[in-house]
């Protein structure tokens, strides 16, 4: 092409235009990468600590309980009660059959507890991913020096015995299926809570609500409160749910004698203070979401001679639903890492048994993480990076549905 | 309202001193005009003058914007469509609207018509009655082999007979219309001149637009409004008679220049 001629009181000024294009694209270009890389670099962070080599040390040498060369592993499950019978006080042996009797476990049930009881592996060092790939031949060196009875192996913490095991305090043997539970109950009174109210809420303010000064006060108030700390409204719950409501929190006003001396820091009482700290998202979400259905619709649909109610039923509702369910999914997902409030309500950090009703006593997965990542043992970091993998796919897995849940309601047209 | 559809008023509707007034803004001042029963009112005027704001005002749709109000009355058979005992969703019931964009609900052409008679109680066959309302509408043939096709999947002329024909499923007494066509390219325009000749003999048609040639084929009467005072901006209807008079013969100069294309 020709020049163009310049004409008076303009200049030629394309390349200056083009160059500052460049330079903010790259800007962009970059900060994309950097959030990449910090992403990146987290996920690698926690599969580095969720495998590795682990070498243990039996505190009593399985070969010395052989039996006519039938090594332990091999013998028979009456074999092994007896070898248990022989080798613990009678008390501990007593109180084992009296949890479980011994006739109704399996075998592989009986040995894992003279693993536990008896041979007793203690863990003497482990290593990340990365050292255990690149340094193997090193470690297996240490490893016969300092510990030569020590057995090394090259461990994945995230196993399906390790979602599946309860909480103990053995590395070797610890689970989350107590903190997955107490997660999953919590989440369920969470949504059973702040669902209903959060999208009633946005409904009203939205569609009937006019605009006067009381309603711009109480608008406000809802988007300060979605930016309120966390354990804030720990410390409201553990006033409101675990001590004012304790009655109702506990069960008590439903007759329930409460075993395990609760006293109110029950599942009940976690899932409703983590519904109150995500209920203002679920209202600004869902407002957004129903503020987004258009008004040509609405239009169409009172002026066809339709009521209020029957215009938010049948046609904002609709519209904005899957914007509802994705604000929903998004603010359950914050709840489900929530750790402060938690500690602040009171769950339990060291419980072995799953939640068996709103009233049980309750560990979730963030508060087992901090848990074991405040242990000073490597072992147990080892540990939480693992409940950290569990508890990224359980987001995954949500955010899955939400996706899904999306989509299908969007088809209905 | 009575709902004594046989009243012998020539007139259907009628607005009396009616001011229109958003806020403290007095869009729309001492509008006095009639409608007449089974004939085509059409309003017409500059852009920003008012129409719609009257024609909304007509079956209380102007209520669904924050801080509307008005002053004077807006006559249905005789009866003032803004007394307190009235209901607004009723009004809406017996005095239809079709918007200046196609708007059909995101649902099967079918639902579309099958909705809005169920949300009036209709317990007659559904079937029917969607046909009936489709042939009134003149989409009928088009769209017989898709009736549980979106009514989004239709052309925009089409989506406007939709709704036309969601309008007078409920068989309203009087049917607003807001610029019905303009969103449309010229064939789609003619079949919805062509149908409103067709729907006038069973209802009393209102209809607001830019098109002056539209106003002069299809309207018996026409309206004119025009901003009553510049400093005020408030719009008013300066001349309203025969469309044949305001045509060829109008009275006030600002009519004459504006039909003929002098300024406006």
Known sequence: ?413 | MSTNNNSNHKYIMEAQDLDIFYGSFKAVTGVNMKVERNRITAIIGPSGCGKSTLLRAFNRMNELYAGTSIKGQVMFDGEDIYAPQVDPVEVRYRIGMVFQKPNPFPKTIYENIAWTARIHGYKGKMDELVENSLRQAALWEEVKDKLHQSGLSLSGGQQQRLCIARAISIKPEVILMDEPASALDPIATLKIEELMQELKKQYTIVIVTHNMQQAARVSDYTAMMMLADRQARSGTVIEFDDTKIIFTKPKDKRTEDYVTGRFG
């Open chain 1, 1 to 413: 092409m020709k020049e163009k001629v310049v004409v008076e009181g303009f200049e030629n000024n394309l390349g200056t235009r083009n160059r500052k294009g460049v330079l903010w694209y790259a800007l962009f270009q970059a900060s994309t990468i950097v959030g990449i890389i910090a992403l990146v670099a987290l996920m690698l962070n926690i599969i580095n600590g969720a495998f590795g080599y682990v070498a243990y040390e039996a505190k009593v040498d399985p070969d010395t309980l052989s039996i006519n060369g039938v090594a332990v592993q091999d013998q028979s499950k009456e074999q092994l009660v007896a070898l248990l019978q022989s080798k613990l006080s009678s008390g501990a042996f007593n109180k084992l059959n009296s949890d479980k009797p011994f006739e109704s476990r399996t075998r592989e049930e009986v040995y894992q507890v003279v693993i536990d009881r008896i041979i007793r592996p203690q863990i003497v060092g482990v290593w990340n991913l990365w050292p255990s790939l690149t340094q193997a031949t090193e470690i297996r060196a240490t490893v016969v020096k300092d510990h030569p009875k020590a057995e090394l192996d090259f461990v994945s913490w995230l196993t399906s015995g390790f979602v599946k095991r309860p909480q103990t305090s053995e590395p070797l043997t610890a689970g989350v299926r107590t903190a997955l539970f107490g997660s999953l109950w919590t989440i369920l009174f969470t949504i059973l809570l702040a669902f209903p109210i959060g999208v009633g809420a946005a409904i009203y303010l939205e569609e009937y609500a006019s605009d006067n000064w009381l309603n711009r006060i109480i608008q406000t108030n809802i988007n300060n409160l979605a930016g309120v700390p966390s354990i804030i409204y720990g410390i409201l719950g553990l006033a409101i749910f675990v001590r004012s409501l304790e009655p109702l929190t506990s069960g008590e006003i439903f007759g329930l004698v409460d075993p395990t001396t609760a006293n109110g820091r029950t599942v009940l009482s976690g899932g409703l203070t983590l519904g109150l700290l995500v209920l203002p998202l679920i209202i600004i979400n869902a407002q957004e979401a129903i503020r987004a259905v258009p008004r040509s619709l609405r239009n169409a649909s009172f002026g066809v001679g339709a009521t209020k109610w029957q215009t938010v039923w049948s046609h904002v509702l609709p519209n904005a639903i899957p914007g509802i369910l994705t604000g929903t999914i998004l603010a359950v997902s914050r709840a489900i890492g929530e750790t402060a409030p938690l500690i602040v309500v009171g769950a339990s950090t060291a419980i072995s048994f799953d939640p068996s009703s709103p009233f049980s006593k309750f560990t979730t997965l963030p508060m087992q993480i901090y848990q074991w990542t405040s242990r000073p043992q490597d072992e147990f970091r080892s540990l939480a990076a693992a409940a950290i993998l569990v508890l990224l796919m359980l987001l995954l897995s949500l955010n899955a549905i939400a996706v899904v849940l999306r989509n299908r309601f969007s088809r209905r047209f």
